[in-house]
């Protein structure tokens, strides 16, 4: 399983767009999942598979795909948005989960 | 409502053992798959280990594999983790987790239960 690389941080002015990346080799292969995670909450799905977005998730959150590199997108991020967010993949030849290194979102 | 709720954490000393719970209502346990994650003070997750929803197979990250045990009762709605010759380095917020059909995505979550491995 390889590992996956995210900005430690990004921020965005509040009505902004802002793009959330993750790279890695196996993403080539399998989809990314995306997790929010507030400070001192547990981790919430937002993307799963790439771009699918669970009941309760705002359209604001989307996902997307290339090459190596998966995208979380906020399209007019709202201050509650305001969190980190994590990339994970599931690498289905081992059965092994890997998560990626964090984005934290800061809403200006 | 769907609902996960991890027990058993606490302060242990180095070597010693520990067993996590992890109580599920609200959904029929026995058809998931469920996880263990983790996080340590100030840092990412981790994905700790997987059980498929029949205990028919488990499967571990390498730094746990012979020490850790991932279990579950589909009697009684319940995922444990057996953790034994616990190291400084297993200090972390524990997180139950359900993996959605299909493989999408790990889509519920407990709150939590923090193990500090402390001397």
């Known amino acids: 399983s390889s590992e996956l690389t995210q900005d430690p941080a990004v921020s965005v002015a509040l009505g902004q767009t802002v793009r959330i990346t993750c790279q890695g080799d196996?993403?080539?292969?399998?989809?990314a999942n995306w997790y929010q995670q507030k400070p001192g909450q547990a981790p919430v799905l937002v993307i799963f598979?790439?771009?699918n977005r669970p009941s309760g998730i705002p359209d604001r959150f989307s996902g997307s795909s290339s090459g190596n590199t998966a995208s979380l997108t906020i399209t007019g991020a709202q201050a509650e948005d305001e969190a980190d967010y994590y990339c994970n993949y599931r690498d289905s030849s081992v059965n092994h989960y890997v998560f990626g290194s964090g984005t934290r979102v800061t809403v200006l | 409502q769907v609902r996960l709720v991890e027990s058993g954490g606490g302060v242990v000393q180095p070597g010693r053992s520990l067993r996590l719970s992890c109580a599920a209502s609200g959904f029929t346990f026995s058809n998931y798959g469920m996880h263990w994650v983790r996080q340590a003070p100030g840092k990412g997750l981790e994905w700790v280990a997987l059980?498929?929803?029949?205990?028919?197979?488990?499967f571990y990250t390498d730094s746990v594999r012979g020490r850790f045990t991932i279990s579950r009762d589909n009697s009684k709605n319940t995922l444990y983790l057996h953790m034994r010759s616990l190291r400084a380095e297993d200090t972390a917020v524990y997180y139950c987790?359900?993996?959605?059909?299909?493989?999408?995505?790990?889509?519920?979550w407990g709150q939590g239960t923090t193990v500090t491995v402390s001397s």
């Open positions: 598979r790439k771009n």
């Open positions: 059980m498929w929803y029949d205990a028919s197979n488990n």
């Open positions: 987790a359900r993996e959605g059909h299909s493989n999408n995505g790990m889509d519920v």
């Open positions: 196996s993403l080539r292969t399998f989809y």
